[in-house]
């Protein structure tokens, strides 16, 4: 698995994540200016962090589809991330969906009065992509979405990993592989 400062992902699109190592699983930092595009960080992060060099590569190659996903949300924006990131890993089990873009839209309430994330989702075909990595289930495990105020820092116990600097909002996963 690569662990670089920064990381490069499809079509060219800069992210800012830092995988690390754990014990026994992978986990990454995400940053970004808003809670929405976090989320949007993490999970391409995670994908990134499944990737083989060839899978990276293939993945470039392959049409994309695109999809809508409504989600049940909560007001804990931790939760959200793991149910986004728990529906990206079924949805590349179950129907062969590798996820390579999304945007998330919150809808604070709808119709039945509950509130929702609207993901609109970019993917290829999931068995085109080769990995090296299996991410079996994302953990709650040392979970943090967090916002930090603007020159408010924040360490991380890896040293791969950058302190987060403010404003913004910053995001510790933990995957079981």
Not at 5 to 20: E, K, M, N, Q
Request: glycine fraction near 6%; charged fraction near 25%; hydrophobic fraction near 40%.
């Amino acid at each position: 698995m690569r662990l670089p400062g920064g990381c490069r992902f499809l079509r060219g699109d800069t992210l800012s994540i830092w995988p690390h190592g754990t014990t026994a699983d992978i986990g990454l930092r995400a940053f970004a200016a808003s809670p929405t595009d976090l989320v949007k960080q993490a999970v391409l992060g995670m994908q990134q962090s499944m990737l083989s060099e060839v899978g990276n590569e293939q993945q470039s190659q392959l049409p994309w589809h695109h999809s809508q996903w409504n989600l049940p949300a909560t007001m804990e924006w931790d939760r959200n991330l793991v149910k986004v990131m728990e529906e990206v890993l079924f949805r590349a089990e179950v129907y062969d969906e590798w996820v390579v873009d999304i945007s998330v839209i919150a809808k604070e309430t709808d119709s039945d009065g509950e509130n929702s994330l609207a993901c609109q989702v970019a993917w290829v075909d999931a068995e085109q992509v080769e990995r090296e990595v299996e991410i079996k289930a994302v953990t709650r495990h040392d979970l943090c979405f967090k916002e930090l105020t603007s020159g408010e820092q924040m360490a991380s116990n890896y040293q791969e990993v950058p302190i987060a600097i403010g404003p913004g909002w910053v995001a510790d996963i933990v995957f079981d592989i």
